[in-house]
């Protein structure tokens, strides 16, 4: 039976990689901070969000690739840096880095992978984004985007909505350390998921690779709050000029949410905005990061690019970021729920999904490509009677 009639929607993989990755590991990918009312929030925000249809258009053949950043794209659809992945799913970093090549969809490496640049950079080929969480010395910083950019990683992300540790309550209640520290309890919940266990028997055990070598060089210490005291510090406007001076590419600033914010990382030399809220994984009082979009599409006006994020399901959410001032949309979960669901292939499953239904929903709207979506949200004629 194909793959579509099996798993027509994202919900389908979603079900199927929860039944098959254990639960620690579940609550590792799924929860977000505090009460978590960020996930249901980002989610009814894109749901809200009606599109003008277009009729009598006659034929249309719509095409979906995009440019940015100097870039041809297949689709402005890319992969979100997600820490750890190779937790989720054994060498998830390298299934997902080899796809987004087949695909010709950007894929973004997160400083806490479980892979180095150096293994992830030649798999991505030209379709590799480095995500950095910033280092407090300078020094690991400059031999960071020195071996990011030695493994072909063309464009930089910035990351700097985790100004310091958010409290993770599920993850407690998990009881997950990261890396993973496994108890008898961990073990049994691997029992049910052979697949799960027996490829990271094969790989050995996830671990913070790049930043454990930085860890060697720094001392005898080895803990995982040495990572921590490596990697947090909270950047401020000196350190975006910094990275501006050191890194020659794109430099792209993620989890930002407010227009003010995005006008200045414009001035002071960011290429594009990555609007997020991070899953909700950091701070449970940020709005849907859908809400903050148009405001930050209006302060930066209309040439700079606009990467959006956060609960994004399917071609219909993506012409909705599109409608409200995106040029380009990112997931990170979905394609880890493709692979727990599928392994190998559920990346490219997830990604035809995604095509097609970005295809659709273009005809539906009349629209040959996905940009002409901007702007085409519903707002009624007349507002609601009182
Ligand atoms: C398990 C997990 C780990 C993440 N790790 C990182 C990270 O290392 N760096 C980063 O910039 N964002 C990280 N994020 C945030 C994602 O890049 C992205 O902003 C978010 O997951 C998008 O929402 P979505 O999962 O609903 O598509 C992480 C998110 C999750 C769920």
């Not at 892979?115 to 030649?122: A, C, M, Q, V």
């Not at 992300?157 to 409290?167: E, F, H, K, M």
Request: hydrophobic share 45%; proline share 9%.
């Amino acid at each position: 039976m194909s793959l579509d009639l099996r798993y027509p929607a994202l919900s389908d993989l979603k079900a199927a990689c929860r039944r098959r990755i254990p639960r620690f590991v579940w609550e590792y990918l799924d929860s977000a901070t505090g009460t978590e009312a960020v996930t249901p929030r980002n989610r009814a925000a894109l749901e809200a969000v009606c599109l003008r249809p277009g009729v009598l258009r006659g034929t249309l053949e719509p095409r979906l690739d995009t440019r940015l950043l100097g870039q041809d794209y297949a689709m402005p659809v890319g992969v979100a840096p997600l820490g750890m992945s190779g937790l989720i799913w054994p060498g998830a970093e390298g299934l997902l880095a080899r796809m987004a090549a087949t695909e010709r969809l950007p894929y973004c490496l997160s400083t806490v992978a479980t892979r180095l640049p150096e293994e992830i950079g030649p798999l991505a080929g030209d379709m590799g984004w480095f995500q950095l969480y910033p280092p407090r010395d300078p020094d690991i910083r400059r031999d960071i985007l020195k071996r990011a950019r030695d493994a072909g990683f063309r464009v930089l992300i910035l990351t700097v909505d985790v100004p310091a540790p958010s409290r993770r309550e599920r993850q407690l209640r998990a009881k997950l350390t990261i890396p993973p520290r496994l108890t008898p309890g961990m073990l049994a919940q691997m029992l049910p998921c052979p697949a799960w266990s027996l490829g990271q028997a094969r790989l050995g055990q996830p671990r913070l690779r790049l930043m454990e070598g930085y860890m060697k060089a720094a001392g005898p210490t080895g803990s995982t709050a040495h990572v921590g005291y490596l990697l947090r510090t909270n950047p401020d406007w000196d350190y975006l000029r910094a990275l501006r001076a050191e890194w020659d590419g794109p430099l792209v600033v993620k989890g930002v949410l407010e227009g003010a914010d995005a006008a200045r990382m414009v001035t002071e030399g960011a290429d594009a905005i990555w609007v997020s809220n991070h899953a909700g994984r950091q701070f449970e009082g940020a709005p849907a990061s859908l809400h903050a979009l148009p405001g930050v599409r209006a302060a930066v006006g209309d040439t700079v690019p606009v990467i959006f994020d956060g609960g994004v399901e399917g071609g219909l959410d993506i012409l909705r970021a599109l409608a409200l001032g995106a040029d380009f949309v990112m997931l990170g979960r979905p394609w880890h729920h493709a692979l727990g669901a599928l392994g190998a292939r559920g990346p490219s499953h997830l990604a035809a999904i995604l095509r097609a239904d970005l295809i659709a929903n273009l005809h539906q709207m009349g629209l040959d490509n996905p940009a002409a979506a901007r702007g085409r949200q519903w707002v009624p004629d007349t507002p609601p009677a009182a």
